[in-house]
């Protein structure tokens, strides 16, 4: 049984970094490419990040490069995102997400706020 638990979230000013983590289990995670995606209020869910996975090969939503860094462990099974230079645009609840042949699963999510 897949499993996705992602964490990490909170509320940071604008500027500040944050690193969501996500715990996954139930699928050979080292043959997994992965991603992170985000749902602000309102709008649809869109891709983050992707990594391929041996994890050498990783893709950025415009929005997001230069300022976020998407990794995975595969020691641990982790997929994690660092997230730095925070802008208000980025509050969003953050998805971590596995693709089998079609078959889409997700975590419960975690949620990001950048306030001042």
């Known amino acids: 049984q897949v499993q996705l638990e992602e964490s990490g979230g909170g509320t940071v000013q604008p500027g500040g970094s944050l690193r969501l983590a996500c715990a996954t289990s139930g699928f050979t995670f080292n043959r997994a490419a992965m991603g992170w995606y985000r749902q602000a209020p309102e709008k649809e869910r869109e891709l983050v990040a992707r990594?391929?996975?041996?994890?050498?090969?990783?893709a950025y939503a415009d929005s997001v490069k230069g300022r976020f860094t998407i990794s995975k462990d595969n020691a641990k099974n982790t997929l994690a995102l660092q997230m730095d230079s925070l802008k208000p645009e980025d509050t969003a609840v953050y998805y971590c997400?596995?693709?089998?042949?079609?078959?889409?699963?997700w975590g419960k999510g975690t949620l990001v706020t950048v306030s001042s």
């Open positions: 990594i391929s996975m041996s994890g050498e090969t990783t």
């Open positions: 997400n596995y693709n089998y042949y079609g078959m889409n699963y």
